[in-house]
C-alpha cells in the first residue's frame, strides 16, 4: 500500500489534485479542508494516502495529516459512508471538530456534510463513539497560550469543562470547540474565564 506520496503539486482542482514524483503523476482525492491549506503549484508536498480499490476503479484519497488519515479510515468502516461520504464529512470539519461532535452526540454538525442526512449522521456516532478518546478529542483547544509557552494541565482541565458548559447551554459540540479554540488559554484562567471569553467568540 502507499502510505504518503512526497513530490512537487502540480494541479490543484476543488477536490482534487496531482502530486507529481519522479515524472510520475499522482491523482488524489482530498477534502476542501486540504485544499485550502496547501503550497502554491510547484512547491513540495507531502501527502498521506488511502488506496481504494473496487473492481471497476482504483482512486487515492489523500490528506496532510496522519490524523486526518486515521479519521478517514475509521469513517469508512461505518456501514453506509463510503469514502466519498468521508471525504466530504472531513470538508466540513477538521479531525478534532469530527471527534468531540462525535462525543456530544452532535448529529447536526456531521449532517451538513454533502450526503450525509441526520439518520446516517446518527448512525455514525453510534458506530464510532466507543473509539473516541475525549482527551483527544479536545487536545486542539490546549493550543500555546499568549506567550507561546504550554498550557498547563489545570488550564487543559479548565479549557475541557469550558467546552462541555457551551454544549450544556445549548451550542452544538462544534461550535462550542471552535470557539474555546479561539481562546488564549493561559495558566491562570479559570473555568469561567473560559467561558465568558469563548462566548464571545460565538
Known amino acids: 500500500m502507499i502510505h504518503f506520496i512526497k513530490g512537487i503539486l502540480d494541479t490543484v482542482s476543488e477536490n482534487q489534485i496531482v ?67 468521508a471525504l466530504g464529512i472531513l470538508s466540513v470539519m477538521d479531525a478534532d471538530a469530527l471527534r468531540f461532535a462525535i462525543l456530544a452526540d452532535d448529529a447536526v454538525s456531521i449532517a451538513k456534510a454533502p450526503g450525509i442526512g441526520k439518520k446516517t449522521a446518527g448512525k455514525l456516532i453510534l458506530e464510532l463513539k466507543d473509539k473516541m478518546d475525549f482527551e483527544q478529542a479536545v487536545e486542539g483547544v490546549l493550543d500555546q497560550g499568549a506567550a507561546g509557552g504550554a498550557v498547563s494541565h489545570d488550564a487543559g482541565s479548565a479549557a475541557n469543562e469550558a467546552v462541555q458548559a457551551l454544549v450544556a447551554l445549548g451550542y452544538t459540540g462544534a461550535e462550542a470547540m471552535k470557539a474555546v479554540k479561539k481562546v488564549d488559554v493561559m495558566p491562570d484562567m479559570t473555568v469561567e474565564d473560559i467561558l465568558k471569553a469563548g462566548l464571545k467568540n460565538i
Open 19 to 85: 502530486v507529481e514524483n519522479q515524472g510520475i503523476g499522482f491523482e488524489i482525492m482530498v477534502p476542501l479542508s486540504v485544499v485550502s491549506a496547501l503550497p502554491q503549484t510547484g512547491n513540495d508536498v507531502k501527502i498521506y494516502t488511502y488506496m481504494y480499490v473496487r473492481e471497476d476503479c482504483q482512486q487515492l484519497f489523500g490528506f496532510l495529516t496522519k490524523d486526518e488519515l486515521a479519521m478517514f479510515k475509521l469513517l469508512i468502516t461505518v456501514s453506509g459512508i463510503g469514502p466519498k461520504g
